[in-house]
């Protein structure tokens, strides 16, 4: 997605059959343009706030953060759309996978970063939800402890 967005497909593009190599050639020039690096951590923020826009916990420093990093909400769509077409007709390898899961927030996080988004029940008590950018897996912290 990261890669279409940033190469020199047309936002108003309507994916075609037989369009594959066009499509291709795409994202290779998006990938050569903005460099493996850049595309990675583009491509890791864009999860991150994906998953936080899902579950209605963006920020309104997030929504800034990712309206600079894609200014263009048309072009964004068309790019995930075609990216999604790409990737489910597509092997992907094990380094492709996890670098595909892995998640980058940017800006002030209603969790500060703990993983935990504390809400009000409605009825005056207080609970957490895990954070989904900080927490996908809503995993508990472990303490280290002594026992006698």
């Avoid at 964004?76 to 007709?89: F, K, N, P, S, V």
């Avoid at 996890?98 to 809400?119: D, M, N, Q, S």
Wanted: proline residues 5%; contains cysteine.
């Amino acid at each position: 997605m990261v890669a279409l967005y940033a190469s020199d497909m047309p936002s108003n593009y309507r994916g075609r059959r037989g369009d594959s190599a066009q499509v291709n050639a795409w994202v290779l020039q998006g990938a050569m343009r903005l460099g493996l690096d850049e595309l990675y951590r583009s491509a890791a923020y864009a999860y991150g706030y994906r998953l936080l826009w899902l579950a209605n916990c963006t920020t309104p420093d997030q929504d800034a953060a990712h309206t600079r990093r894609f200014p263009s909400a048309k072009r964004l769509d068309r790019a995930e759309g075609l990216a999604a077409l790409i990737t489910c007709r597509s092997e992907m390898t094990p380094e492709a996978r996890k670098r595909g899961a892995r998640i980058l927030i940017e800006g002030a996080c209603y969790c500060a970063g703990t993983g935990w988004v504390p809400f009000d029940m409605g009825d005056g008590t207080e609970a957490h939800q895990a954070c989904p950018g900080h927490n996908p897996e809503g995993r508990m912290p472990l303490y280290a402890g002594v026992s006698a």
